[in-house]
């Protein structure tokens, strides 16, 4: 299966007019990713904690479909794909209830901690890379033989 995680929407996630602030989509999906991270075995801490790589986002997109309210409960399904020996790229899909109420995307460069270049992606990376991509493509496989 792809990872999901499953997330609870609380009050403090919300806007003025009672709908999820736009900007804490993308903190769900960040929330997905750094799960995805720790449940294949990465140490978030030292992960985030002075490392020596880095994977900044340099391009992030959101679209949503229908507003997502308090109370509403989250599944975001992670679906990763390296772009090239320093890039990738996770794709996000937001559901409720098995209605699709957004999608979104991140796309991520990973650079040298000291010297602020690119540099390739350690091999830890690349194997969650593969790990959850391959999932995806079998979760996709399996849904089309559903439909026909």
């Known amino acids: 299966m792809s990872f999901n995680y499953h997330r609870t929407v609380r009050f403090q996630d919300t806007d003025a007019a009672g709908v999820v602030y736009f900007a804490n989509v993308l903190?769900?999906?960040?929330e997905a990713y750094e799960e995805s991270l720790e449940i294949f075995g990465i140490n978030i801490k030292e992960f985030f904690s002075n490392p020596s790589v880095a994977y900044p986002i340099v391009h992030a997109n959101v679209d949503f479909f229908r507003p997502i309210f308090c109370g509403d409960k989250l599944v975001v399904t992670l679906i990763p794909q390296k772009l090239s020996a320093e890039k990738f790229e996770i794709n996000y899909e937001i559901l409720v209830a098995d209605v699709m109420v957004a999608k979104a995307f991140t796309r991520h460069v990973c650079i040298d901690t000291t010297s602020r270049q690119k540099t390739d992606l350690p091999q830890q990376m690349i194997e969650w890379l593969e790990v959850n991509a391959?999932?995806?493509?079998k979760a996709e496989r399996r849904k089309s033989r559903e439909a026909i």
């Open 134 to 137: 391959s999932e995806a493509e």
């Open 27 to 30: 903190s769900f999906c960040h």
